[in-house]
């Protein structure tokens, strides 16, 4: 775990991050703030599905007991699939994370290795966005600290309701051209809340 995760606080209703009495800019309000997101198309259905899901793969993941509402099994069982197949070896299950150097935070959906490589993975249940390689390059940077980044894997699982799922890995060769866009939407979003 980065060593600044020890000093981060996190509000789990509002998104929002703290170390002190300094917030920190989340990840996802990087790229709004920014105007990389158009959330014309978030709906609350759409944000109910993911948040559960989210949760009940984290109990899953940590061993818990698991509730979820039936119309919802489908995801899970995909996610037990991709488990089975790809078998990874996760160091990080939705844990707060921070560069408070640049100061942003975020909460990677998991963190750890595929094949032995370092990787970063965002789970969806809707649609993969266009900006899902910016999101996973700043929880790259914030998660997988201090690895070589020619092997920084940037993985989504994209979990279906037909109970299977697929997944979308942006090239290592992108690493470096994602990595400075999301670092000019941060000092955009950063001068904008500054204003």
Same mark, same amino acid.
């Given at each position: 775990m980065p060593p600044d995760a020890t000093t981060l606080?996190?509000?789990p209703v509002q998104h929002?991050?703290?170390?002190?009495?300094? +917030?920190?800019?989340?990840?996802?309000?990087?790229?709004?703030?920014a105007g990389v997101i158009d959330s014309t198309w978030f709906t609350p259905a759409a944000r109910d599905r993911g948040a559960r899901v989210h949760a009940a793969l984290e109990q899953l993941e940590r061993h818990e007991p698991c509730t979820i509402h039936t119309?919802?099994?489908p995801y899970l069982e995909g996610y037990r699939q991709f488990l089975r197949d790809a078998k990874p070896v996760w160091? @990080?299950? +939705?844990?707060?994370?921070?560069?408070?150097?640049? =100061?942003?935070?975020?909460?990677?959906?998991?963190?750890?290795t595929l094949q032995r490589d370092p990787v970063v993975v965002e789970i969806?249940? =809707?649609?993969?966005?266009?900006?899902a390689?910016?999101?996973?390059?700043?929880?790259?940077?914030?998660?997988?600290? @201090?690895k070589s980044a020619?092997?920084?894997?940037?993985?989504?699982?994209?979990?279906?309701?037909? =109970?299977?799922?697929?997944?979308? +890995?942006?090239?290592?060769?992108?690493? =470096?051209?994602? +990595?400075?866009?999301f670092l000019t939407a941060l000092a955009v979003a950063q001068w904008k809340r500054a204003a």
């Open positions: 606080r996190f509000d929002r991050y703290w170390t002190g009495p300094r +917030e920190l800019i989340a990840v996802t309000q990087v790229l709004l703030t119309a919802y099994e160091q @990080g299950i +939705e844990t707060p994370v921070a560069d408070l150097a640049l =100061g942003y935070a975020g909460r990677p959906d998991r963190w750890g969806k249940t =809707g649609a993969v966005p266009p900006w390689p910016l999101q996973l390059v700043a929880y790259a940077r914030l998660a997988l600290d @201090g020619i092997r920084r894997r940037r993985l989504v699982v994209q979990l279906l309701p037909t =109970g299977r799922y697929t997944t979308r +890995e942006y090239p290592v060769i992108n690493f =470096g051209r994602d +990595e400075r866009v």
